[in-house]
């Protein structure tokens, strides 16, 4: 069989996977770099997916070492050879991945070109049915377009040659495109052979970039850029007939093959991230987007929840309404982002019901098909729409029609616990202030709520206490103090009940 021989590289640290990647013409010798992974977890689902012959790992690495990679790897995959990477260190490790069949190491301070190239023909021979030779094309032109994505600069002498040959014309663009439901089998080549047949005169490539959407390198003379755009937008209007919801990316004109990698990073990734807020357009084409408004990000969520409690659920709406909209306006703003801030919108609502007695089992419910829905949505009119279906629940559950409002006393205990919370306050010194008997009022605050009165109170606190801590500004101590504990010890075992954490481990896992 006459083919490259196929490695993979295993490695937590990047820049010795793009080191081993980069450093040569491994296909000039006969190899071709399929993939790569971060660790032996990750290793094992690429090794399914590509198929090697050969895999570079090392040993020490997160999630699964290199030592339970090659075993796993070697009871599944025995025709798959191994090469491991070690320091002086780890030779216990290396003698057990040896015993467990990998075929060679080298140790890493060791490390160089041409001893990996000796050890890799020197494996790549125990492989039977691989008769590999060496290439002499020099670079494929998919290794230089990765280097430049890596962010590596390409040699003139002798690897710019090689672009200019396959990219004679002078001017570039990036195109990518995302079909509606996801991408299929060769749906990267099919879209390239469909680009070729409508537009002979352009040169394109398809970008070996990690990324689940096809991205091409489009070469086309200075003359014809402006022809070739249209073309693309007839094509684009022509697939978005019906209720097609592909979507088709093009970056700004560039000059040269060297800004590839700058211009994919730094404005093709986000581009496709904009078809979250422009769903009516066929194509979005870099440099036509509207200016940007970066004032509307402004959400002031303690006058929106205001309204909430005041029964004016209507000017929450629409002042929600309108900051959603200007997102869409201000469309540089992170898609993820948004959706988090919604979500905890939605969780806090949920929460300032609670604390307003105002109950609904049906949103109690329903507010997790909420969480999902935000967190799927594929655009802007698509979340508004699941905000304003989830406020006209908030707005039944507060007019009385989706749960039951409390009595005033109710709200005004409430009221005073939250005011006062920082206070020795007590069962006995609640009832004095409100005139109650001690065991009526905690009759009456079990009959409103399904926390007794101390577990409410303590809610409370931990809930400040979290506040507090996420500040990063003051000690446990006096938080501890600020928020009505006046046993140190006392209030750690608190906070530990509510939050499943010690104040001290809460504060590092939020500040890691």
């Not at 019906?242 to 990073?265: C, H």
Request: hydrophobic share 35%.
């Amino acid at each position: 069989m006459n083919r490259l021989c196929k490695v993979l590289i295993v490695d937590d640290e990047f820049l010795v996977r793009q080191g081993i990647k980069h450093h040569m013409n491994w296909e000039a010798e006969g190899f071709n770099i399929v993939g790569e992974a971060s660790n032996g977890e990750e290793g094992l689902q690429q090794v399914e997916l590509l198929k090697p012959d050969i895999v570079i790992t090392d040993i020490v690495m997160p999630v699964m070492n290199g030592e339970t990679f090659v075993r796993t790897l070697k009871a599944a995959y025995p025709q798959i050879e191994v090469i491991v990477l070690s320091s002086f260190s780890e030779f216990e490790y290396v003698r057990s991945t040896l015993q467990h069949g990998a075929a060679d190491y080298i140790l890493k301070p060791k490390l160089d070109t041409n001893e990996l190239l000796e050890v890799l023909r020197r494996t790549a021979g125990k492989i039977p049915e691989l008769h590999y030779e060496p290439s002499h094309d020099g670079y494929r032109i998919g290794q230089l377009m990765e280097k430049m994505l890596s962010g590596f600069t390409l040699d003139e002498e002798n690897e710019m040659p090689k672009v200019r040959e396959t990219f004679p014309l002078g001017s570039f663009r990036l195109f990518a495109f995302q079909p509606e439901n996801g991408l299929k089998n060769q749906e990267h080549e099919r879209i390239e052979a469909e680009l070729r047949k409508r537009l002979p005169e352009v040169g394109c490539a398809i970008l070996p970039a990690e990324s689940s959407l096809p991205v091409l390198l489009l070469n086309v003379k200075p003359e014809q850029d402006e022809e070739m755009v249209e073309q693309i937008r007839e094509w684009a209007k022509e697939a978005g007939t019906g209720n097609d919801t592909s979507v088709w990316v093009l970056s700004e004109k560039f000059g040269s093959f060297e800004k590839m990698g700058e211009i994919y990073r730094e404005r093709m990734v986000k581009l496709m991230e904009f078809s979250f807020y422009y769903t009516d357009r066929s194509i979005l084409v870099d440099g036509e987007l509207p200016p940007m408004h970066p004032a509307g990000y402004q959400f002031n969520v303690n006058m929106f929840l205001q309204h909430v409690k005041r029964n004016r659920v209507e000017a929450a709406r629409e002042y929600l309404r309108d900051h959603t909209a200007s997102l869409g306006r201000d469309y540089i703003a992170d898609v993820f982002e948004i959706k988090s801030f919604l979500g905890n919108l939605i969780f806090n609502v949920t929460i300032t019901l609670a604390d307003m007695d105002v109950q609904s089992s049906g949103l109690e419910e329903s507010k997790y098909t909420y969480f999902k829905n935000v967190d799927g949505a594929s655009s802007l009119s698509e979340l508004m729409q699941e905000l304003d279906q989830f406020m006209t629940e908030v707005e039944e559950c507060v007019s009385g029609s989706g749960g039951k409002r409390s009595d005033p006393n109710m709200k005004m205990l409430l009221d005073y616990m939250h005011e006062n919370f920082d206070q020795p306050l007590g069962l006995s010194e609640v009832a004095k202030h409100f005139h109650f008997n001690p065991s009526y009022l905690s009759s009456y605050f079990s009959s409103h709520k399904k926390e007794g009165f101390n577990e409410y109170l303590n809610k409370i606190r931990i809930e400040k206490a979290e506040e507090l801590l996420r500040s990063d500004d003051v000690t446990i101590s006096e938080i501890s103090s600020m928020v009505g504990y006046s046993d140190h010890s006392y209030f750690c075992k608190v906070f530990k009940k509510f939050t499943g954490l010690s104040p001290s481990r809460y504060r590092r896992k939020f500040w890691a």
